[in-house]
Nanobody, 121 residues
Framework: QVLLMESGGGLVQPGESLKLSCAAS????????MNWYRQAPGKQRELVAG???????NYVDSVKGRFTISRDNAKRAVYLQMNSLKPEDTAVYYC???????????????WGQGTQVTVSS
């Protein structure tokens, strides 16, 4: 069984910062990528930021320059530092990972339960 556990969400005012954390646990052989998605009410889930083996990162245009994704391979963890938060960043943020559970296993996507981020004055 593989579990992804997020933490760090909350209520902040515009312009403030939050840091989200996600740790993967369970039977894991190799993690290919770790990503953050978000889903606002009435909208589709979107990829916010991702980081792959080797450290390459990608971001949705709306967060470039404000959000930073990082990864700790030893801890099987991924982080999302969110600065200069805006009301439009309000959403449930989900941790996602493409990983294999044992040698020869195909890579599959796993999801965390989500953490709420609310940006409001």
């Amino acid at each position: 069984q593989v579990l992804l556990m997020e933490s760090g969400g909350g209520l902040v005012q515009p312009g403030e910062s939050l840091k989200l954390s996600c740790a993967a646990s369970g039977s894991i052989f190799e993690i290919m990528s770790m990503n953050w998605y978000r889903q606002a009410p009435g909208k589709q889930r979107e990829l916010v930021a991702g980081i792959i083996n080797g450290g390459s990162t990608n971001y949705v245009d709306s967060v470039k320059g404000r959000f930073t994704i990082s990864r700790d391979n030893a801890k099987r963890a991924v982080y999302l530092q969110m600065n200069s938060l805006k009301p439009e960043d309000t959403a449930v943020y989900y941790c996602n990972s493409f990983l294999s559970r044992f040698r020869g296993d195909r890579y599959s996507a796993y999801w965390g339960q989500g953490t709420q981020v609310t940006v409001s004055s």
